[in-house]
Structure formats: C-alpha cells, structure tokens
C-alpha cells in the first residue's frame, strides 16, 4: 500500500505574508474555507507569522477575532500558527508569565498546532513556549529554522531534534524560511532524525520556493521519511512564496506515496485564489521566477524588499549590490545567525548602516543586542571587536545566560497600561494585543468599531486608473503674478499679524 503523506495548507497565513505583505483581507478568505475544510488536510495555518501585525496595523481586523471565525469556518480542521517562541508575535521577549497567558488564549480560542521557532535556534528561548502548549492538550511541535553556513552540518539539526523531543513536542519541523534546503541536504537530515529519534518520530518540512530547487528537496525529504509537507494552492504558490499543493499531488503519482488531498476541491480553491489575486496588485512581490542567487546572499526575499526599501528612502537605492555583499560579513560577525524574523531584520538594517555610515560607526539597539546575547547565542562566537562597539554605544554588558531571566514580571503592569488606552476592552486578548504591538495597538482600538478594511481593490477600476490621463498640476501662482486676494497670519516678535496680498491693479 502506497505511504500516506499529509499536507499542510499555507494559503491563509505564509503564502498571502510571502506574496501580498500579509495585506490579504478576512472576508477573501471566507469563501474559501468550506473547501479547504474538506479538502484533506492534515492542518490549515492561518495565524501568527506576521498576520498579527498586518490585522491591527493595516487591515483594521481584531486578530483574536480572526482566529475565532477561523475555528467556525474550519470545524474539521486542524488550525495552526507560528509563533516566535519567547518572542510571541512581536519583536522582542517577553517575560514568562506573558508567553503562558498567550498560548492559554491561542488555544482558548481556537488554535490546535503551535509551530514554535527560535530565530537563533537556542532551545533556550523555546522550552517555556513549548510547556505551556503541552499543558493546553494542543499539538506542541518544536521548529528547527534551517540556514547554511561553514558552521552548520546535519548533525546539528539531528542534535537540536533531540533536544525539542526532550522537552516534549509532539512533532519536529524542519523550517527553511530562504529555500535553502536542497536535496540532498533535505534527504540527510530526515533521515538522521529518523534513525537518531525513532521512526515514530513525526517529521514536517516546511520550504520556500525562491530558488527553484525546493520541490526535488520535499521529494527527497518523502523519500527519507518526512511525515508531512507544507505547500500553497497553485494560484499563491512560486516566487518568495512556496511549492504548488497539486504539483506535490501530482509528483507523488507512482512514487509509492500518496495525499488524502481532493483534487477536486484544489481545482476549485485555485480558481478562486487566481481570482482574488489580481485584487492585491500594489502588494504583490516583485520576485517571481528564480532566484539562486540566494544560495550565496543567503537572504531572503522579504529581507530583500525590506533592505531595499530601507536604501530607497535614504536616497541611495543604487547601493543595493553593497549591501548585499556587506549582509554575510554582519552575519558572520554576529556568529553565524539564521536569517529569519526578527535575526534577519536585524542583520539587515544593521549591513544598511553600515553601507551608509562606515562599519559600525552607527549600531542599532536590536543588532547590540543581539552581539551581547540579549536575543541567546549563536552557533558561532561572535567577533570580540563588534561586541566591543556595541558595549561602547549601548552601555550594556554581555550576558551568557537566558535572556529572558533577565525580565521582570510584567504582566499587571502590562494590562494597567493597556485598559488606560481609549478603546481597550480590558480582555486578556486586548492586553496581549497591546503587550506586543504598544504603539499600534492604540490605534486599533481607537479604531476598531469603524470594521475590518480590505484593501484588495477591483482590477478592472485599477486599470481604468492606470490608463486615465494624467491631470496638468494646478499653476503655481507662487512663480508668477498674484491672480487672487491671499491672507495669511504672520507672527512677529510674539504676536500675529494679517496680511493681505492682493492681484495687481
């Protein structure tokens, strides 16, 4: 009998973050759910990642409620999300009681399997997330992010695989966020977990689709054992996004393997995501073909657009190629991080600087940080020098142990300033809204009765309006003699004057 593969679903989380900037709205996804509820999947991500971030900066949705109309939508659906570990859904970490009382209320509100990752794959950073999901009765499964590097080998993941099986998660994932994972590569590590953790041991492999490679590597990765693989309907598939869900059915036909997948349904899902595309044009990524060139930048695509729009708007979009050759020497600098949220930001601002200002004259905070341990450690020692600098400008000290150990509890103070925010429902939901976006939050709540927005707009009215005629700029009468009477207030040594300008008689 053929082995049963399962499949999990991404169009509603990493493949609208991947594509659209996460801009996809709440009700372009309703249609779609009776289908995808039914289609065969082993689970359906569709929270955390950026989608927190995009519901209350952009889309005016409350995210919490996001989740609750999800888990009416797919009743027989496993929901899954991902989640930063001890940094939740925000940027930096959060001090124990807070990361217990979010995965409480993820769980309390509908989510079944957590994808917890570490941006430095410090098991450190994972252990509280993981217990708190194992004390909900939800499916804990412990992430190792892939990256390359002359320090990385198989044998690390296998390592890292041994020790999220000790703290109790229920799966393993392989999370390969630059499509870095090549085949054989794909086949090795599998297949070590496999014979170091047990057959038993369930196996995920989670791929971009940037460089052209990745589809083989989900193939090899079968071959080796992988229990499940995470792909994207067709129609939001390719480029910086993922592997085609039917491309992977139909791959599997004669292998020995199979999916539980209804073509039928995937027939149907691609057609109406190929339909609601086109609505998010002004978001869609530029990339869309191949990319190898990431084999050696080793950056990701959304790291791409957010450094060159960093450049752009310093004026200097020209040195974009620089900064491309700078981001592996900040790496390398910083002890070899994975480049994934927030470590790629970081490493990216901070080789933009550096083009910009000299090596280092400038430093962020969060790129101090993470040179003085403040993020967890690093594959690699990190250059004794740069750690220098980042004492010299941040006037902090390294430290070695877990960061977190650091915070204090901060949970009470936490609700009292965010129940002071007009708007704020005081709900624990409301509090961890505002506990990891404190600057966005307020205006969310402020708006929130006003409803979600969408910003898909009607291709038909954006063509119309790319093909009207551009209108003359009004005259500038500032150029040329005055054709009305002008007031304007004046002040003057403290006091306000009225002058009158009027047409020349």
Known sequence: MPKTIDVTELVLRDAHQSLMATRMAMEDMVPACADLDQAGYWSIECWGGATFDSCIRFLNEDPWERLRQFRKLLPNSRLQMLLRGQNLLGYRHYEDTVVDRFVDKAAENGMDVFRVFDALNDIRNLRRSIAAVRRTGKHAQGTICYTVSPLHTAGDCVEMAEKLLELGCDSICIKDMAALLKPQAAFD???GIKEACGQAVRVHVHVHATTGVTL???MKAIEAGADCV????SSLSLGPGHNPTESLVEMLDGTGFETRLDKARLIRLKKYFAGIRPRYQEFLSNITGVETEIFDSQIPGGMLSNMESQLKQQGAGDRMQEVLTEVPKVRADAGFPP??????????????????????????????????GYYGETIGPRDPSVIALAVKQSGKSP????PADLLKPEWHELRDAAVAVPGCNGSDEDVLTYAMFPKVAPQFFTARDKGPKNLGKDPAAQAAAAAAPVKPPPPDDSKGPVRTTITYDVKCNGKTHKVTVAPAK
């Open 230 to 233: 995470d792909t994207a309907i």
């Open 189 to 191: 590590i599998v297949k």
């Open 339 to 372: 480049l994934v949220t927030p470590s790629s930001q970081i490493v990216g601002t901070q080789a933009v600087f550096n083009v910009m200002m000299g090596r280092y004259k400038v430093m962020t905070g969060e790129f101090a940080d993470l040179m003085l």
């Open 216 to 218: 083989v590597s989900l």
């Open 399 to 402: 430290i070695n142990g877990r």
